[in-house]
């Protein structure tokens, strides 16, 4: 595979799904590198899937930087979008544009951002400096206590009109796709409709433009999973296996064989 670019994902819109998922370290982008993805997103999902946080708020940009690096040290061909944490971009437009440099100089081909009309003055000064933004509406879980919890959003027609504003001002900031969390399906479609750039859902219906998912998700590693996942793989019970064969091999001696030290000649 070629590397891929935002103007990559930006020419799929309407020919080809976008495929996304997140990675955190360098082992998981290896092997994510070698399959067909399109992006890797190093999200701030780490936060509670890694470090055991009750929410992404704690996630800061010493954790984005050190995770960004670790994939992007496996050298994937997809494009590497790096979430902008809590606080990191909300404070002023200069310190927005500073940070979304680190994560691009720690291995970022593109940074992401939650929220709408509210942050398009920092979308604009981030891609006025030559690094391509990816927009975050619906439900933004940096946001949560504002939402009143991690809750499907858009119900009402005025939450609704709202999302798909936000959409339209962050395209017109210069956005080159956006991702669409956990609102209704309809409210998605109509987002979509309504952009030249794509969308990629995670919990909004199959009429995006692409679909996101948590790696840990995925595997069936998480502790709790979203309604709107799906586990390809219950790896939870696999590696519970394989602890409990080391530990018998341990025990009754099986393990290490001869083949897994070195005794001297005599």
């Known amino acids: 595979m070629k590397k891929v670019t935002a103007r990559d994902l930006l020419k799929k819109k309407g020919k080809e799904k976008i495929t996304m998922l997140t990675a955190y370290d360098y082992p998981v982008a290896r092997i994510i590198s070698e399959t067909e ?9 780490l936060g509670m899937v890694v470090l055991g946080y009750q929410s992404t708020q704690k ?31 909300e404070v002023s437009r200069e310190e927005a544009v500073r940070n979304a440099g680190l994560l691009v ?4 081909d593109a940074v992401k951002l ?6 398009v003055d920092v979308v604009r000064a981030i891609i006025n400096a030559g690094i391509p933004v990816m927009g975050h509406i619906g439900m933004t879980p940096q946001r949560y206590l504002k939402l009143g919890g991690f809750r499907v959003v858009g119900k009402s027609d005025a939450e609704s009109d709202s999302i798909v504003e936000d959409a339209k001002a962050l395209e017109e900031a210069g956005a080159f796709s956006i991702v669409i969390e956990n609102t209704y399906a309809d409210v998605a479609e109509k987002v979509t409709r309504s952009l030249s750039m794509p969308t990629i859902c995670i919990g909004a219906g ?6 996101v998912l ?11 999973r979203p309604y709107f996942a799906k586990a390809y793989l219950d790896l939870k019970s696999e590696i519970r296996k394989a602890v409990s064969a080391y530990v ?15 005794e001297r000649a005599s």
């Open 37 to 45: 993805i399109d992006s890797i997103l190093v999200g701030d999902s």
């Open 59 to 89: 996630v800061d940009m010493e954790d984005m930087i050190r995770h960004t690096s670790a994939v992007s040290r496996a050298n994937p061909p997809q494009l590497i979008v790096a979430d902008m944490p809590f606080l990191s971009y």
């Open 105 to 108: 100089k720690a291995g970022a």
């Open 114 to 119: 939650e929220g709408g009309r509210e942050i």
């Open 206 to 211: 199959l009429s995006c433009d692409g679909q």
């Open 214 to 224: 948590v790696i840990h998700d995925l595997l069936g590693l998480s502790e709790m």
């Open 248 to 262: 018998d091999d341990v025990r009754s001696g099986k393990f290490p064989g001869k083949e897994n030290y070195k």
